[in-house]
């Protein structure tokens, strides 16, 4: 954070608040507020700031109120509370609903004031710091391990990719904390299956099942992936989405149910299974009719939103077209072979601007055609990996090897 932490100062006494100015300007970025509704103004428009003092006391919205609806927009900013009341039930209250950093009565010292504030911005920097490592430094990570699910098994990698927007959807409708951590537990959710054969989900996605040792090899991915991720640092509660994304809502033995299942794997859970059916030739209402008739299976909350908005950007059909009508977002249902019988694209495969300039290149005309399943937006699918050029040739190197 370069130059002056910045601090905003909230209370309904514009004479303490003009003392807040001249005392403290000349260390921090001072910024003060009206009241708990200016300061949510102050926030929105101007935000994030490192630390909020904020009375407890005040009218319209007091001080728990105010630091409640702040962390849920600014859940890094430090939050400390000032009273003049010697109310110790208050100052408990805040503490455990608003998650004060620290708690000062008021009139407050100037060297006790001085020190919260300096604590409290160290304390901003280590959290953001530590969420710029979190996006930034396991980004690479990240995408060395989808890039090897998308070669290892399109199929899953695919299946993947096209929940991932209804999720978000959900997660935001129901203001679920942490976004991030879920959307990346979305991206990584098939990573367990990168040991497993490909053909086993071409026949979950035209089928929508699985029976005898493949249905019991399938129930074991959501383990592997999460073993996996628990030797990264700092994806702990990614990897506790991705173990529970199969975990019925009523528990299944001695595992966790209800509330106790992460969010982020109720969310998933329900996405996966609605796509499950989608794919395998079921319409909106029959897949929504099939999941409500599921007892226990899903948070009765979550499948509400479910049926609130899978259909509005998400669902496809099949289709059969020419290869030289495929447009992105579509998921190939067949490969594409070369005149030569190579693979120029794989079952499962999502189709990219890069795989357009690719079959164009091959030639291949207005008499190949293929099998797909088409979006029922006009949004465009994810764009493709990091080295498409090297994965499609490993790609038809690996069609070359036979299996043993």
């Not at 950093?101 to 409290?120: H, S, T, V």
């Not at 396991?138 to 990698?157: M, S």
Request: aromatic share 6%.
């Amino acid at each position: 954070m370069g130059g002056k932490a910045r601090i905003l100062f909230v209370d309904d006494d514009p004479e303490i608040l003009a003392a807040f100015r001249r005392t403290l300007r000349r260390s921090y970025a001072v910024e003060t507020a009206l009241g708990p509704l200016r300061g949510l103004e102050a926030v929105a428009e101007r935000g994030p700031f490192a630390v909020v003092v904020s009375d407890l006391r005040m009218p319209g919205l007091d001080g728990n109120e105010f630091f409640t609806r702040l962390r849920k927009t600014c859940p890094d900013t430090v939050r400390i509370m000032l009273t003049g009341y010697a109310d110790m039930r208050a100052a408990m209250e805040a503490v455990n609903t608003g998650h004060v950093f620290r708690f000062l009565a008021k009139p407050c010292d100037e060297a006790a004031l001085a020190d919260a504030l300096a604590d409290g911005v160290t304390t901003y920097l280590q959290a953001t710091a530590e969420r710029d490592f979190l996006k930034g430094a396991l980004r690479g990570i990240i995408k060395v391990l989808t890039d090897l699910l998308a070669l290892q098994n399109p199929e899953a990698h695919a299946r993947a990719m096209r929940v991932r927007r209804l999720v978000a959807d959900m997660a935001r409708y129901l203001d679920a904390p942490d976004l991030w951590r879920i959307d990346l537990a979305v991206t990584l959710s098939q990573i367990g299956t990168m040991v497993m054969p490909e053909g086993m989900f071409v026949r979950l996605r035209r089928t929508g099942t699985l029976a005898g040792d493949e249905a019991e090899l399938f129930a074991r991915h959501p383990a592997i992936g999460a073993d996996l991720l628990d030797n990264i640092p700092k994806l702990g509660e990614v990897a506790g989405i991705i173990r529970h994304q199969e975990t019925p809502y009523a528990g299944d033995g001695d595992g966790p149910w209800g509330t106790a299942i992460p969010l982020g794997a109720r969310l998933l859970k329900a996405a996966l299974d609605y796509d499950r059916l989608l794919t395998a030739g079921q319409g909106r209402e029959a897949a929504l009719a099939v999941m409500a008739g599921r007892e226990g299976s899903y948070d009765p909350r979550v499948l509400a939103v479910v049926r609130l908005l899978a259909g509005e950007r998400e669902g496809f059909v099949r289709a059969t077209t020419p290869v030289s009508a495929l447009t992105p977002g579509m998921v190939l249902e067949e490969d594409i072979l070369l005149p030569a019988g190579e693979k120029a694209a794989v079952t499962g495969q999502v189709v990219d601007a890069w795989l357009l300039g690719q079959l164009q290149q091959a030639g291949l005309g207005r008499t190949a055609v293929c099998r797909v399943l088409v979006p029922t937006t006009d949004e465009a699918g994810p764009s493709g990996l990091a080295d498409p050029g090297l994965l499609a040739l490993l790609r038809r190197v690996k069609t070359l090897v036979p299996e043993v």
